[in-house]
């Protein structure tokens, strides 16, 4: 038998850290594999409309709850001519993507975007390139989303059938500049002059639009810091957001370590907010640069070198970074759900990298059904229960020390994480005045007994308690086990006054919803 942990955690509703913003639940449409073709899009599967979106998936992505979308990219929009996209899809151009060594088909482009973005009542989020092209190409694309009519570009949306304007609002200017893998990468002084100017043009055109600068592609990176701070000082004036990149892995097949790695998610964010704060001081300017963790989760089993790319060929959305979920996957995914509503003061944006097939919480299969991922629970009750004010929660937890393993960078690399709770936790202060508990017990062998002392709610009952968790660390769903790995409910759960009771499993992700009684 093991030794049963407990833990007490302690919240008053009034001690709050930030407001959830609602594009914290967003997630990404890349042009990659089959994201979009055979993802989103598939003309011609019975449940397509007459418009080629896949209402499984719709129905998927609804149940979701994802918020706002990324799109084009990630690595393809550094190569991407957005006019490409755009008019009567038969006179659309194929093109060699160097992003992914794939032919782009164009069939599905910008307006179709839009389009699904309406269906699927989530708000748009496009990336311009700022890699092959730059300012010039992103004031044109804007011109041609967002103004009304009466110029060039306005009016061929028009004509192309699209007579009011996209009215996008959030524009990530560029994509992972830093990387040397990226079409025309740059320096951080290249960047950061770039980045300006267009967002100057961009701003000029539609005063309405909010901008996220490049941060870098992640901590593990070089110039990572130094990068902020000099992309921050060229573009303070000109932008409301940074952007954080952060892929998890388990390369080392240390579970412990594994489960840890989301505390390095807070490092990342708090050291970003460190560095837009110095600028800002630098400035004497009360501005605060806002956080956009516009790329996140776990992926490492479906990286893949250049040259396997190349020796493929050129194959149109071929199935690539088809990363299959695993509990344990689902479990650091988890942590990193409450990383972000930790921080729900700074970080304002964030999407889950991506949303179907391609490293996502969906899957598909060609002519056939779409399927939950295990990653997919923690996110969307992240979106159903995270809205509201998160509480700056005292947890009194043991802790244990690892090592974590992450070769991105230019040397292979280990990250001491000296202090990790075994519980993990995020506490929000819901709008109908109930309580949502976020709960990760990283203990891998021993049940929790966890309890929560919360001041300051009118008397609260359980709405909704569930817990993921599977013997096996390595269990995963398929079209043929879709539910293998899902929540069940978490029985009892006590409430008394201010007081809460429940007892969690070794491994397991458990989310509480209390409501008024
Ligand atoms: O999400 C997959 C890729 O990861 C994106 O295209 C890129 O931005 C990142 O490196």
């Excluded at 370590?257 to 989301?262: D, E, K, S």
């Excluded at 109930?434 to 009118?458: H, K, Q, Y």
Aim: proline share 6%; aromatic share 10%.
């Amino acid at each position: 038998m093991s030794n049963i942990r407990s833990a007490k955690v302690f919240v008053d509703r009034n001690f709050a850290i930030g407001e959830t913003d609602p594009r914290l639940f967003g997630a990404f449409v890349e042009h990659l594999g089959r994201c979009v073709y055979g993802g989103i899009y598939e003309p011609g599967h019975p449940t397509a409309d007459k418009q080629g979106f896949r209402q499984d998936v719709l129905a998927l992505v609804r149940e979701l709850g994802a918020t706002i979308m990324r799109y084009p990219g990630g690595n393809f929009v550094s190569g991407y001519n957005w006019e490409d996209g755009v008019g009567p899809v038969a006179e659309r151009p194929k093109r060699l993507d160097l992003a992914w060594f794939s032919t782009e088909p164009n069939s599905f482009g910008t307006n179709e975007f839009i389009d699904w973005c309406r269906v699927a009542n989530v708000e748009p989020m496009f990336a311009v390139n700022l890699g092959t092209r730059g300012g010039d190409a992103a004031r044109n694309m804007l011109e041609y989303c967002n103004h009304p009519g009466g110029t060039a570009l306005s009016d061929l949306r028009r004509a192309h059938g699209w007579e009011k304007p996209h009215d996008i609002k959030f524009w990530c200017l560029g994509n992972e500049m830093d990387g040397p893998w990226q079409m025309e990468s740059k320096t951080a002084t290249e960047y950061g002059r770039i980045a300006v100017e267009a967002a100057k043009m961009m701003r000029w055109i539609d005063p309405s639009i909010e901008l996220a600068a490049c941060g870098s592609s992640s901590r593990s990176m070089p110039t990572y810091g130094a990068w902020e701070d000099t992309v921050l000082e060229h573009t303070f004036d000109h932008v409301e957001y940074v952007s954080l990149h952060t892929y998890f892995n388990n390369y080392a097949s240390d579970t412990a370590a594994f489960l840890a790695c989301p505390d390095l998610m807070d490092n990342f964010i708090e050291e970003v907010v460190a560095i837009a704060d110095a600028v800002a001081a630098k400035r004497r300017s009360p501005k605060r640069i806002m956080l956009s963790f516009d790329e996140w989760n776990v992926w490492y089993r479906t990286r893949r070198v250049r040259a396997d790319r190349v020796r493929e060929g050129w194959p149109i959305a071929p199935p690539i970074l088809e990363e299959i979920y695993s509990m344990e996957d689902a479990l650091c995914f988890g942590g990193a759900c409450i990383s972000l509503l930790n921080h729900a003061d700074r970080v304002k944006s964030a999407c889950l990298a991506q949303l179907v097939n391609v490293i996502a919480p969906i899957m598909t299969e060609l002519g056939g059904p779409a399927w939950r991922q295990t990653i997919f629970y923690p996110f969307a009750q992240m979106s159903k229960f995270g809205r509201g004010r998160v509480l700056r929660a005292r947890v009194e937890s043991e802790t244990y020390a690892s090592r974590y393993y992450d070769p991105r960078g230019d040397n292979d690399q280990y990250y001491a994480i000296p202090n990790a709770p075994y519980l993990k936790v995020a506490m929000v202060a819901n709008e109908d005045g109930g309580l949502s508990i976020f709960a990760l017990n990283r203990d891998l062998t021993g049940e929790m007994s966890v309890e929560v002392s919360a001041r300051g709610f009118v008397p609260l009952k359980v709405g909704e308690a569930t817990q993921l968790h599977h013997a096996d660390l390595s269990a995963f769903n398929s079209k043929d086990e879709p539910d293998k790995v899902s929540p069940i409910q978490l029985t009892g759960v006590t409430v008394d006054g201010e007081r809460i009771w429940m007892t969690v499993a070794p491994a397991s992700w458990n989310v509480i919803n209390l409501i008024p009684a």
